[in-house]
Structures are given as structure tokens and as C-alpha cells.
């Protein structure tokens, strides 16, 4: 009787104390909205990823920039323009800034449910950062990092998600190429691949980490940063909370990891490789016709 009653309790006071909080974010949201509003109204920046895909990184990246407000992966549904002003009154509350502007907010969003339709891409104000990493690491990674949480994972199951999620990504990234061909009066195909080019950046995990110089410099132009974006970051309290829980998060810089993948079937891999070659060949409309020139 005893324990239920302090159950009984406990249960009350995390409703108080949930209500408090979302009180609190409600207030911020009006507070952000007619006092930190930058003008011209926020920008969002989504990572639009796949789980184990170096998301978390490149947010801790962006993170440690001035003009960037983010708290790590947040898991918030985003069904319309309401719940970006939503995010954004969240990061400003989580990260106590009520003082500061930043141009930019910030989240990363790894799973199909959060984001169910894509409209929100077409808004003007929402630019897409999308990163996706080869399947062999992909999964393997996905199976090591979850096999002591969540009752592991086995590799059929990491092999569903991550052939499921690149199909949303290619969905996404069709959503946004068809919306400039319907909203826009552009006809030849380099004007518009520009035009796409200028909503949208496209990288992997591989040239993240293996060649930052070249496109840490491309993401801050997509974003018109004022300043570079470091190859180092400074932790954050969401740091291997949220996202990554790996120690190789908490170094603050980038790390050239390559542990040895784990055994997937052959006819998995071949399965996914498709996807990934797939997958990778539209999102490459997203890489502006310069880049490619030059590096050809």
C-alpha cells in the first residue's frame, strides 16, 4: 500500500512537472517570436539521415558554429509550419538562450515517422542537408551500437530499416525536385538543377570524414555562413545522450574510424548496395553543377 502510494505521487508530480515544462516552452515560443525573432524570421537547417550515418557529427559540427542553435536529435514529428516555430522555442529554452539570435535552428531527423510527407521541404525558409553512408558500415554499425540497448538488433532487422529509410530519402528528394519543376518557370536542366542545388546539399559519411576541407566549406556556403565551420566541435550536454551514444562522439573532432564490418548474407548486401547506388544517384541532384565541374 505504502509503495503505491508513493507511486501514486511520483506519477502526479512528473505530470506537474511535464505541464510546468510544456508551460514554459509555450512561453518561450511567444518570446522567441516577437523579441529573438531574426528579421526575416528563422531559418531551419533538417539533416535529413539514416541511423549510424555520421547525422549526429555533422550536427555536433554545425552545433559548434555561431549562427547555429541545435540540441541534438530532438525525435520531434513535423506535420506543418507550426511545429518548426515549435522546435525552435524548444532549442531556445533546452539551451537557455534568450538572449542571443541565430539565423539558423537546427535538427537531425533519422526515422520516416518524424517527417511522414516531406511538404515541409517546399517551405522557403527550410534548407535539407542530406547524408546518407554505405550499407556494409551502415548496418554493422547499427547491429554493434544496438546489440547492448533496445535487445539488440538483429542484422535483417538493421537491413529493413536502413533499405526502408534510404527509399524515404529518395521520396523526399523526388518531392523537392518535382515541387521546382511545378513552382518555378525554370525549363533547362542545369538552371534547374541549380535551383534544387540551392534548397538542398547532398554529402556521405565517407566524404565527411575523409575529405571535411572540401565539403565543410561547400555546407557553409549552402548556408551562407558567415564563418567556417570547424572540423572540431565543442561537447554539448545532449552530447552521447542523443544520437550517437558512442565514446567516438565525445572526442570533439573527427574521427577517421573504420572498424571491421560484420557479416551480412550475400544476398542482403547485394540487396542493399542497389538501394544505396540508388539512393545516392538522386540525391546527387542536390550537388551543384559547379562542384561536379570542378572536381571532374
Not at 79 to 101: K, M, N, T, V
Not at 199 to 226: H, M, N, S, W
Request: glycine residues 6%; hydrophobic residues 35%; proline residues 6%.
Amino acid at each position: 500500500m505504502e509503495g503505491d502510494r508513493k507511486s501514486r505521487i511520483r506519477k502526479r508530480f512528473r505530470r506537474i512537472g511535464s505541464a510546468v515544462k510544456q508551460l514554459a516552452i509555450s512561453a518561450t515560443g511567444r518570446y522567441v517570436r516577437s523579441v529573438l525573432m531574426p528579421v526575416g524570421g528563422h531559418r531551419f537547417v533538417l539533416i535529413l539521415a539514416h541511423m549510424r550515418s555520421g547525422s549526429t557529427l555533422l550536427s555536433h559540427l554545425l552545433m559548434g558554429h555561431p549562427q547555429v542553435l541545435g540540441v541534438g536529435e530532438r525525435n520531434l514529428t513535423y506535420s506543418g509550419p507550426d511545429d518548426l516555430d515549435r522546435l525552435a522555442a524548444i532549442l531556445h529554452w533546452e539551451s537557455r538562450q534568450f538572449i542571443r539570435r541565430f539565423p539558423w535552428i537546427l535538427d537531425q531527423i533519422n526515422h520516416d515517422r518524424l517527417l511522414p510527407d516531406g511538404q515541409l521541404l517546399h517551405l522557403p525558409n527550410v534548407k535539407t542537408l542530406f547524408l546518407i553512408r554505405e550499407p556494409l558500415a551502415s548496418v554493422s554499425s547499427i547491429v554493434r551500437t544496438f546489440e547492448p540497448r533496445y535487445g539488440g538488433w538483429t542484422v535483417e532487422r538493421a537491413a529493413e530499416y536502413y533499405e526502408q529509410r534510404l527509399s524515404m530519402l529518395r521520396d523526399y528528394s523526388d518531392v523537392m525536385s518535382r515541387d521546382v519543376g511545378e513552382r518555378t518557370t525554370v525549363s533547362d536542366v542545369q538552371s534547374k538543377r541549380s535551383v534544387v542545388a540551392a534548397r538542398a546539399c547532398f554529402t556521405t559519411y565517407d566524404e565527411l570524414v575523409d575529405q571535411p576541407r572540401q565539403v565543410l566549406p561547400r555546407i557553409q556556403a549552402f548556408l551562407g555562413l558567415d564563418e567556417p565551420i570547424s572540423e572540431h566541435y565543442p561537447l554539448q550536454s545532449c552530447t552521447g545522450k542523443r544520437g550517437d551514444p558512442s565514446p567516438i562522439i565525445r572526442a570533439g573532432t573527427i574521427v577517421r574510424n573504420r572498424p571491421t564490418p560484420i557479416e551480412i548474407p550475400a544476398e542482403i548486401r547485394q540487396r542493399l548496395e542497389r538501394a544505396y547506388a540508388d539512393c545516392r544517384t538522386r540525391l546527387s541532384r542536390f550537388t551543384n553543377p559547379l562542384e561536379h565541374s570542378k572536381a571532374a
